[in-house]
């Protein structure tokens, strides 16, 4: 029998199920893109990659339970199991040896990828107090890092079990050449970009 590894919470995904973001993005923003680019061809519009969640623990050097909590965390937020990363060298002033571990990673993909995005525009993102919108920052290469300060805003988690308030950045990869085209790119998804702050 096979061991079931999916965090708990998470059912399996349906035979031929397509997520409704995966749907959008072929229908409906790919026409406004090439229409708002000129592009001549399906091929050249930008697709998004990747998303990869990072969740550094710098206490985790002393107590190896917090990694694993922030492990199990980041597991149940995206319904994929995280991985724990390590120091690659040491760095004496943090009580830093290589191989220590200091925070835990996903890295999501095709249609775990539309889920979390999903989720994270239309529940979590609205859940923040006082939200007015994410900067429009890019990184020069297309792609776009969105800082979140508490783990907690995500309503997969249990606010009375957290025993550590912990932040993490959310790094979406786009085929995008331009920041333009990424930024129009995320924007037709729905990421809720402040106005006026590029």
Wanted: glycine share 6%; charged share 25%; aromatic share 8%.
């Amino acid at each position: 029998m096979a061991k079931n590894t999916k965090p708990a919470g998470q059912a399996p995904v349906p035979s031929g199920y397509v997520p409704s973001l995966q749907k959008t993005y072929k229908e409906e923003i790919v026409p406004k893109l090439m229409k708002e680019f000129n592009y001549t061809t399906v091929m050249q519009c930008p697709k998004l990659v990747k998303i990869t969640i990072n969740e550094g623990v710098g206490d985790a050097t002393a107590d190896r339970k917090i990694v694993e909590v922030a492990q199990q965390e980041l597991s149940t937020i995206t319904g994929q199991k995280a991985v724990i990363t390590s120091s690659r060298k040491d760095i004496s002033n943090f009580k830093l040896r290589k191989g220590m571990p200091i925070g835990v990673k996903v890295t999501l993909r095709s249609t775990k990828m539309y889920e979390f995005l999903e989720r994270l525009i239309r529940i979590t993102l609205p859940r923040i107090r006082d939200f007015n919108g994410i900067a429009q920052k890019l990184d020069g290469k297309g792609n776009y890092t969105l800082g979140v300060k508490e783990q907690i805003i995500f309503p997969e988690i249990d606010i009375e079990k957290v025993t550590k308030v912990l932040g993490m950045e959310i790094t979406f990869v786009t085929t995008a050449n331009t920041d333009a085209e990424a930024y129009a790119l995320l924007r037709e998804f729905g990421l809720p970009f402040q106005k006026n702050n590029k």
